[in-house]
């Protein structure tokens, strides 16, 4: 079992940046498929992109590729996103989340999310 953390969100303008931490517990962290999400209001949760245990391989969303990336430092236990020329419509709870397989990933563990809100 592990139990997840998210970290990292809060407010910032329109084209700004923000990095996402989901600190996980846990001796097998590395292995584990890391997912983020995003929940926007009134909305439903949609993928955002996906890692694999190693860091090796990675999965976006077609609408995100290019201005998110994910990554993986194993030696931290830690899950980033990295969020780049940010539009009002990411403004979302982004939760991070973990699989024991890759494909199909099935996430049984989830954290509580982080808030991201983009301004105009």
């Known amino acids: 079992q592990v139990q997840l953390v998210e970290s990292g969100g809060g407010l910032v303008q329109a084209g700004g940046s923000l990095r996402l931490s989901c600190a996980a517990s846990?001796?097998?962290?590395?292995?584990?498929?890391m997912g983020w999400f995003r929940q926007a209001p009134g909305k439903e949760r949609e993928f955002v992109a996906q890692?694999?245990?190693?860091?090796?391989?990675?999965n976006y969303a077609d609408s995100l590729k290019g201005r998110f990336t994910i990554s993986r430092d194993n030696a931290k236990n830690t899950v980033y996103l990295q969020m780049n020329s940010l539009k009002p419509e990411d403004t979302a709870v982004y939760f991070c989340?973990?699989?024991?397989?890759?494909?199909?990933?099935?996430?049984?563990?989830w954290g509580q999310g982080t808030q991201v809100t983009v301004s105009s």
């Open positions: 989340a973990a699989s024991t397989k890759w494909f199909p990933a099935e996430y049984h563990y």
């Open positions: 846990g001796r097998t962290f590395s292995s584990y498929t």
């Open positions: 890692i694999s245990g190693s860091g090796g391989s990675t």
